[in-house]
């Protein structure tokens, strides 16, 4: 097989290939990532690249956007910029100046979003802890009463919270704020600053705990349901259509990046074990909490311990033509896969495995975008995607670069697919960095390939 | 056992804390929830001043007769900790005030 790998290797997949492991080399060398403040102030203080920042603001400012960036002028500004730093730049959740640091990255990447605006991608730095390390933190803070008892894990979150002062304050405060008694007079915008305090300043290991106890039956459930005291907080006399809801959200910067970090971190794949494209539970639990304090929050929608009904406060109705797209982007939140497996893992204490099984034959890149580009016209350049394979049958796919190289066959099985832990493999965004596991899984994905060519 | 417990009583004032069911509380709250209780326990006798002294020499007198005085110091909060909210059992939030202690001192 070596021999196969130095001889015959296809150049298109040797090049894939390399680039992958490049991506996930220097991606995990240059993390974190300059913020969006350092990288505004590099730029600035650079004569180039801040005039060529102020030509992209006017540019994206004007009302013919599209007519503008078509300019040669704009392009060149685009251009440079992309090579910066600040094109790069991503903000950490509740940093010091937080605000400002999203107001940088939505100042630049607010307008260039190819395609469908509700897949913006995070402007947060990737989340790399692992649920592990949650629990971890957790059995520390909490010593021996962390398996008290199993009946209510969501009497024992708040028992957690109520003998840790700093916790017991901040959820006081919005217990307090939110629950006037009379829900139709709650100060719905204080309720919110203060659920956001307190979701931004207690760590995960004393807030998932409140938010994701798992249960077995109605007065626990009924008790997750009420963490955030939805009557005030989730709530509100009218059901507004959710499209209106994002199009607000997206008016605000906190807002829009607690959004995009959802749609980022929590987006599902059919085909990745843990239902997450990211297949990184934390992230998606984390960018659940983040929007909580926001109109766009989601909650549990019943006390039915077993239904797991999640959903935002708004509906599809009174969409109009978008009634359709309305549906497709409410099925994000609504039957979120990776959210669910997401919740589920955190109940059980179970993480996503990583199990590098024994060579068989595996399925391949499947672009993240690839479910909704089914539905939606994407018209993303193809840098991001490589190829895309229909899972279920053994497609044949031609070098992009070269027509002269070989066919390569990438075969899929489908009790494969449907295996629960089917190793997940696929080229992702330039930006998201490829792990390294994946990209030594690419080497296997090659060698197997070519077992079944030659 | 008994040394034990008198050496225990004779503990100067401090704050002392507990873990107690919200429904234990004897507020009238239903709640299976958790909370810190924080109290006052020990004792005062590093904090009599001539005040106390002189207030029982002069009552030993019958000086002072049918009221209700105090010739001791007491361990008492001096300060009380934030307020303490919960869910009911009938999934209702409260917040009550002033129900655990902060700082203890003889007063």
Known sequence: MKMLLTNHFPYSLLFLAQTSLTLSGSASASWPHTDCIQANEQCISDQICSSRLRTLRQCLAGRDRDVLLSSQECKTALEVLQESALYMCRCRRGMKKELQCLQVYWGIHAGLTDGDEFYESSPYEPVTSRL?????????????????????????????????????????????????????????????????????????????????????????????????????????????????????????????????????????SSQSASGCVRDNYVACLGAYAGMIGYDVALNFLDSDPQSLAIGPWCSCSGSGDQESKCELYLKEFTQNRCLRNAIYAYGNGTDIVHKQSVPRPLFTTISPRTEKRHVLPDNQSDSNTLYEVNPDICDTIQGKKNDSSPHIRICVSESQLNADLTPDLRIDEKRSGIPRHRASMLSTLVALCLTTLF | ARMKRARARKQPCTIKELEVRVSELGLGYVSDETVLFRYCSGTCEAAVRNYDLSLQSIRGKKKIKREKVRAKPCCRPLAYDDDISFLDTKNHYHTIKEVSAKDCGCV
């Open chain 1, 132 to 268: 592990s390390d949650v629990f971890r933190l957790a059995s520390i803070n909490s010593g021996t009463e962390a398996a008290n008892s199993k009946q209510n894990a969501c009497l024992d979150a708040a028992k957690f919270c109520n003998v840790n002062d700093v916790c017991k304050k901040s959820r006081s405060t919005f217990i307090s704020v939110c629950n006037t008694g009379d829900d139709a007079l709650c100060a719905r915008r204080k309720c919110h600053r203060s659920l956001r305090t307190f979701i931004e300043r207690m760590p995960s290991n004393l807030t998932f705990p409140l938010l994701f106890c798992p249960c077995a039956d109605k007065p626990c459930a009924e008790r997750r349901r009420q963490t955030i005291v939805p009557s005030c907080s989730f709530n509100r006399p009218e059901v507004p259509n959710c499209l209106e809801v994002w199009a607000t959200c997206r008016q605000d910067p906190m807002c829009r990046s607690r959004l995009a970090d959802f749609i980022t971190n929590c987006q599902s």
